[in-house]
Every structure is written in C-alpha cells, then in structure tokens.
C-alpha cells in the first residue's frame, strides 16, 4: 500500500513568485495535514482539510492557502513568496481527522525561496 | 501558552546502550502524546501514541511512558543500533480536536556510534 506522497521533492522559486506544493494522502484516508518545518522551529500547523473541507489553519498569513479535491489528495498554494518562506513542508494524513488517531507523513518538499 | 520542549537538543552515544530521551510539557490537561521519528530530509514517522489514560506504551526495543502530573514523558530505546540515529519529535496534542492542535517539540537529534 502506497503511504503518502508528495511532490515535488525539491522546489526553488524567487521572492514574489507563487508555489503549489502537492499531496496523496493514504489511500481511505479522508484528512490531509500541511505543516511547515522551518530551520531551528518546530513543525508549525498549517492546514487541515477533510472532506473538501478547510477544517481549521494555523497562525499563517492568508497568502498561505490551499484546496482538497474529491479524490482527498490536496495542494498548498504560497503566493508572494518571501525569504522566510524557505522550510521544508509536509503533509500528514489519518483516517477521519479524529483525536488518538495515528498521523502517516510524506517525505515533503523542500522549499527554497532566493 | 502551550509549550513542548526536548532535552537534550542533541545525543551521541555508543551503539549497544540504553537511552531515555525527555519530552516536558506545560499543562497536564493533555489527550494525548505522540512520538515521531524523522530522518534527515524526510518526513515523520509515528512511533508510539500514548492516550491521556495510559501511562505506557511499548514496541520492540521502545518504550514511552506519560506522566501527567509533572508534565514529562521519556522515551526509551533498548540497545541502541546505528539504525536508531535520526531526530526524535515529542508531540502532545493539547486540544483533543485532533493532529491540528499537536504541538511540537523541536527534537532530539540522536547520533549511535557504531
């Protein structure tokens, strides 16, 4: 069974440019996670979806967005890039977005912003 | 403000020993912590979940307990193996509304010397 899988591995973009960065979360699963892994930061909560649904965000700025498609796979979009928009970014899924339930997690895509 | 923090940042110990990293949190109030470990580069893998009711959870040479009370959960790895080498991530999920609300700790880089 395929885990989750993201693309693309490695993404380099200009400051003011946009990146869409995708998601297949595991086949069944319904709830697909974004997060952010900055340089010397925790992983900081970006996005949930489920359903179709944006269940809940992170303390991001709207420029941070993103959608879920019938399929369940998903795509995070970050317009005008900036600097500080360099980290690697993952996607999470589980089951049905429940609390106890086990979080499975791609490899991310690093982004790289010049 | 919720905080997780682990101590120490980092770890280099010879292959064949025991070890216990430490995951500490503010409030006791928690659902549930979880134990991740994430290769370089790469995403996370779940390791362990423990619930708010438990005090201990075990697979193979891992043990993880939760104590509430002090707010402290250790992880304990038996025999250690250059394969054991990676970052380990504390998470607690603080909420109970899911892996939205997980925090994070910024990890235990762990090095086993073969």
């Known amino acids: 069974e395929a885990g989750v899988t993201q693309s693309p591995t490695h993404l380099i973009k200009t400051r003011g440019q946009q990146a869409t960065l995708r998601c297949s979360p595991i086949?069944?699963?319904?709830?697909v996670y974004w997060y952010q892994q900055a340089l010397g930061l925790g992983l900081q909560f970006l996005l949930w979806?489920?359903?179709?649904?944006?269940?809940n965000r992170g303390n991001f700025p709207p420029r941070f967005s993103g959608r879920q498609f019938p399929n369940y796979s998903s795509e995070l979009n970050v317009n005008a890039l900036e600097l500080e928009d360099s980290a690697l970014y993952l996607c999470?899924?589980?089951?049905?977005?429940?609390?106890?339930?086990?979080?499975?997690f791609g490899s991310g895509t690093q982004l790289s912003v010049l | 403000k919720q905080e997780v923090t682990q101590i120490p940042a980092a770890l280099s110990v010879p292959e064949g020993e025991n070890l216990v990293l430490n995951c500490s949190f503010t409030?006791?109030?928690?659902?549930?912590l979880q134990w991740f470990r994430q290769d370089p580069g790469k995403g996370l893998t779940s390791l362990l979940l423990?619930?708010?009711s438990q005090r201990e959870q075990t697979s193979g040479r891992l043990n993880a307990s939760l104590d509430k009370s002090s707010g402290r959960s250790t992880l304990y790895i038996a025999a250690s193996q250059p394969g054991d080498s990676a970052t380990y991530l504390c998470?607690?999920?603080?909420w109970g509304g899911g892996a939205d609300g997980l925090t994070f700790g910024k990890g235990t880089h762990l090095i086993i010397q073969p």
């Open positions: 979806y489920d359903e179709g649904e944006e269940r």
């Open positions: 998470a607690v999920d603080f």
């Open positions: 086949s069944g699963h319904t709830s």
């Open positions: 409030d006791s109030a928690i659902y549930n």
């Open positions: 999470a899924s589980s089951l049905e977005g429940g609390t106890n339930e086990k979080l499975f």
């Open positions: 423990i619930q708010s």
